[in-house]
């Protein structure tokens, strides 16, 4: 069976610098972080005080008020962002395509608030008080499934659950279902909300996130100086589809999805392997289904958390897979600027990898100050770089062994 090209045509974000792409993208060329200090809980109670939040989102203008009572935020930043996506595409979905449209959208924790906000409400007052909506609100999948419903999309719907790969397994799970000739259409990404009270404690209590009182300098993937993580939140959609289907609406077309890897470490349930060796599969996997050789990858969005193993092994990995052009790739961390989104990054990211091919633009790893031995490439510090740009690699791994690598390249006929 032919294998179908697939290419990007619409892209939307909510994040926590900008809630749209255009002003995303702007911020993220400038370098402007959307990192500041916590707002949505009480600091006293936590070690940490620093986090990514999204502002000013209002999802009245996509969503109608009845609906936005019944969906948790991780839904509604989803929705929000997939609409932008479908808009973006110029793709209208009716009896005609709907069942050639799926979702296929990745979340790592759901509706996390939901879930705090119906259990005080059972412990204080008995389960006859709790929302006969709490199951639907606080299901992962319900992101995909409430895109579904709002869009009329009648064909896959889907939702891959692995941490903080979440969004970027869900983009190449999704890539697949088109070309293999499962669907036409597919609007696919990552969704997160997970600014709540037990969350922050979690990732508190084991040390993950930075304590760094400063929000200008708390996230510094591949510094020396790195000490943890910013949580953030938001969603980063696309709509991707068959070259044939893009050629014949006249569509806009960002670029093209050539290859996937997705590897397990087998070896800790929160620390990366030893060198990176699951990340290093993923990358490798990824380049040979793409049918590219390493020394054509131009840029690699990393997943670069700004945590001690993640960043050294990280590393390692693609001077494992690249070899001597490790030395001479463009490597950035976008999680300097957005903070860590979780289960939506990998869907930010590719965003933003697909920006960085249509724009000739390559982000900078913001507040890179103090060189690492152990990590020694290239990280564009500080400062954005025009080139142009054929072939992006970004890289998106999880708490349970999840590695996952996808490739973005230069639409050419």
């Known amino acids: 069976m032919e294998e179908k090209r697939v290419v990007i045509t619409g892209l939307g974000a909510v994040t926590p610098i900008g809630n749209d792409v255009k002003t995303m993208w702007d911020n993220v060329v400038e370098g402007n972080s959307g990192i500041d200090y916590l707002t949505r809980l009480n600091t006293e109670d936590f070690p940490a005080h620093v986090a990514a939040e999204v502002k000013d989102f209002d999802p009245s203008h996509y969503i109608d008020k009845k609906d936005v009572r019944k969906m948790d935020l991780f839904t509604q930043y989803a929705v929000v962002a997939s609409k932008m996506a479908v808009e973006d595409a110029n793709l209208t979905i009716d009896e005609k395509n ?19 906000d119906q259990m005080r409400k059972f412990i204080n007052k008995g389960y006859k008080r709790v929302s006969p909506f709490f199951v639907p609100m606080m299901i992962p999948d319900m992101a995909a499934g409430q895109v579904s419903i709002q869009l009329g999309a009648k064909g896959i719907n889907s939702c891959t659950v692995t941490a903080c790969a979440s969004g970027a397994n869900s983009i190449g799970d999704a890539f697949k279902a088109v070309q293999r000739g499962d669907a036409d259409y597919m609007i696919t990404g990552g969704t997160e909300a997970p600014i709540t009270n037990m969350a922050f404690a979690g990732f508190s209590s084991m040390k993950a996130l930075t304590f760094n009182e400063d929000p200008k300098t708390a996230s510094r993937p591949f510094d020396q100086n790195r000490d943890g993580f910013v949580m953030g939140e938001g969603a980063g959609i696309m709509v991707i589809e ?13 670029g093209e999805i050539v290859g996937y890897g997705s590897t397990g470490d087998a070896y800790h349930i929160t620390a990366p392997a030893e060198d990176g060796e699951g990340a290093a599969r993923a990358m490798k996997q990824a380049i040979e289904d793409a049918n590219l050789s390493p020394n054509e990858i131009d840029y690699i969005n990393a997943h670069g958390t700004s945590t001690e193993l993640n960043d050294k092994y990280e590393t390692q990995a693609i001077k494992a897979v690249l070899g001597e052009h490790a030395q001479h790739v463009a490597i950035s961390s976008t999680k300097s600027i957005t903070g860590h989104l979780l289960g939506a990054a990998g869907g930010v990211e590719s965003v933003i990898a697909a ?8 982000p900078p790893t913001m507040n890179y100050e103090t060189p690492d031995p152990e990590c020694d490439l290239d990280y564009v510090p500080n400062e954005a770089r025009r080139q142009d740009v054929n072939v992006v690699m970004s890289n998106s791994l999880g708490f349970g062994g999840h590695n996952v690598a996808l490739i973005f390249k230069k639409y050419d006929k």
């Open 355 to 362: 920006k960085t091919i249509a724009d000739s633009t390559i």
């Open 98 to 116: 709907a069942d050639r449209v799926g979702v296929w959208i990745g979340s790592g924790i759901g509706g996390m608030q939901t879930y705090e």
């Open 242 to 254: 068959t070259l044939e289907s893009a050629l014949e609406r006249g569509a806009t077309i960002y």
